[in-house]
């Protein structure tokens, strides 16, 4: 089982940043891949970014260059990071973290951001 708590969420005027983290703990030691998901209103959920625990990472097209994942380990917990910059208004959604192990896909509770124009 993996545990995953999201922070980092609020609003920001357009152009602003943000960083959204997520610790996961449990089995955390047998993650593969951990990302950043999104839902707006309406809309499905998509891919943010991934990375690997290689280190490699995956974009959306829509926030390539605004957009950095990374992840950190230490003490046995794993840890991703999307720090975001150059908000726009349609960023706006639900983001969640995303665990991937061998067995099972792994969901935060979410944690809103909002842009505001």
């Known amino acids: 089982q993996v545990q995953l708590v999201e922070s980092g969420g609020g609003l920001v005027q357009a152009g602003g940043s943000l960083r959204l983290s997520c610790a996961a703990s449990?089995?955390?030691?047998?993650?593969?891949?951990m990302g950043w998901y999104r839902q707006a209103p309406g809309k499905q959920r998509e891919l943010v970014a991934a990375?690997?625990?290689?280190?490699?990472?995956?974009?959306a097209d829509s926030v390539k260059g605004r957009f950095t994942i990374s992840r950190a380990r230490a003490n046995a917990k794993n840890t991703v990071y999307l720090q975001m910059s150059s908000l726009k208004p349609e960023d706006t959604a639900v983001y969640y973290c995303?665990?991937?192990?061998?067995?099972?896909?792994?969901w935060g509770q979410g944690t809103q951001v909002t842009v505001s124009s």
């Open positions: 995303n665990a991937v192990t061998v067995v099972a896909d792994y």
């Open positions: 449990g089995s955390s030691f047998s993650i593969n891949v």
């Open positions: 990375v690997t625990t290689g280190g490699g990472t995956n974009y």
